[in-house]
């Protein structure tokens, strides 16, 4: 076996390559700036809360008493039902931190930006690559800034 096999106890050899193996495809988020889901069922607001808490920019929310509230969802408690699970942000402008019960939200827009679209690894690469071929020297690998 060469040096760039592993074996595994269970089922024999693994034919990739340490260096195949090395490279793993990033997390492709959905877009979803701007995307205002239904919320019919609890299903759907459960749903839609899960992917606001992925989201990497504002949203707000719509409660059914009339109020809204626009902020960065930083947790999620979810419950047996609608009325058990909280949501919590933190309130845009503001340090201010909202817990909300979920059966009172009657709406939810996503309606900040993504500071880190098209910033990932690829996209990162890609520009390395770019510059090294243009012939730049002193390429740091330095992230850029989310804004």
Do not use: C
């Not at 269970?10 to 990033?26: M, N, Q, R």
């Not at 839609?48 to 408690?77: H, M, S, W």
């Not at 770019?130 to 989310?146: S, V």
Request: proline share 3%; charged share 30%.
């Amino acid at each position: 076996m060469s040096g760039r096999e592993a074996v595994s106890r269970e089922s024999g050899p693994i034919t990739e390559s340490a260096d195949a193996l090395e490279v793993a495809p990033g997390v492709q988020h959905a877009h979803l700036e701007g995307l205002i889901p239904e919320l019919a069922s609890a299903e759907q607001v459960r749903e839609a809360l899960e992917k606001a808490f992925d989201y990497r920019g504002d949203v707000t929310l719509t409660l059914k008493n009339g109020n809204r509230v626009t902020g960065y969802i930083f947790d999620r408690r979810s419950g047996r039902s609608l009325q058990d699970s909280i949501v919590r942000l933190i309130e845009a402008g503001s340090e201010r931190k909202s817990a909300i019960v979920y059966a009172d939200i009657a709406g939810l827009a996503f309606s900040g930006r993504d500071p880190a679209a098209g910033k990932s690894w690829e996209a990162w690469v890609r520009k390395y690559w770019e510059k090294r071929t243009a012939g730049e020297k002193n390429i740091g690998i330095e992230a850029e800034k989310l804004d």
